[in-house]
């Protein structure tokens, strides 16, 4: 892509989402993800129906009276934005498509964190970990991530999640928030995302295409898995092969969607037709209402 061309491109994303966040994203994310844990906040009087185990002896027995502590949420979080640049993912006209909406996403999420005043880092992998940083603070510091998403050209061929999902469990010390995007290709990542998933807050968000879900009634094509090389014939007009492959790709979707929810995750399907700031902002929402 002619840098001019990607330099618009970063800007007009960066502003759009900061924009997004500030009017509408911001007050969703806040409400949905809470902080790590309490902090001290203040000790006061002790008013009949509070906690009997919060109650500060100490000074309680030098004024005479009892005095409780209360608490605060602490609201700082991690933020670790783990996203898929493997070949399936993000090459081909759809391929553009994706990238282009997995930046989006990313300075979506971002923006919103920052304006809660959260740490945040993202990792970027293939069947290798192409880029990780750490969970930082500033503007410029997204800016620079959101580059790094829409401009990589990843040394891998393959995919590889597991990886990705370890290297995040390893390098994330205390609670946080983790989203993952991908189009979560391949089954072999169940063991690291559970264990993901019992330290962290995890969201996993799968891009998919038209064409994942059903393919146009089309002549004779060739189908090619860009990651494994494999090539298959298919005729668009043959309304059976037109039903298995929607079939197949219904079935998978299933059972991706089955799995994240037996390990705690929470999924979200960004359908690549949509605006993605939409979807991201009605889960959000729904979100929110089902923890009331």
Known sequence: ??????SQKIRKIYLLSRRLAETILGGNYKSVFKGPGLEFDEVRD??????????????????????????????????????????????????????????????LIAHAALLNNDRVGSLLFSDRIESCISPKKGKRFVMRQLAEVLEWEPQGKGSNLAL?????????????????????RGTNYKKELSLLSRKHDVI???????????????????????????????????????????????????SWLNSCRSLGVDTLQIKLEAD???QLIAYLQNRKRRRK
């Open 1 to 6: 892509m002619d840098k001019q061309v990607l």
């Open 46 to 107: 002790y008013l009949p129906g509070d906690d009997t185990r919060f109650i500060d002896w100490n000074v309680s027995s030098r004024m005479g009276e009892p005095y409780t502590k209360t608490f605060r949420e602490e609201r700082e979080m991690l933020l670790q934005v783990i996203i898929d640049v493997s070949q399936s993912s993000f090459t081909g006209p759809v391929g553009e498509q994706k990238r282009e909406c997995a930046g989006t996403l990313f300075a």
């Open 164 to 184: 990705a999902l370890r290297t995040a469990s390893e390098t994330m010390k205390r609670r946080g928030i983790c989203f993952i995007i991908s189009d979560f």
């Open 204 to 254: 996993a968000l799968r891009l998919t295409h038209i064409l994942d879900r059903e393919l146009p009634a089309i002549g004779l094509t060739r189908i090619i898995d860009s990651e494994q090389n494999d090539k298959v014939n298919y005729l668009g007009l043959l309304k059976g092969q037109k039903k298995a492959y929607s079939q197949y790709w219904n079935m998978e979707y299933h």
């Open 276 to 278: 993605p700031a939409d």
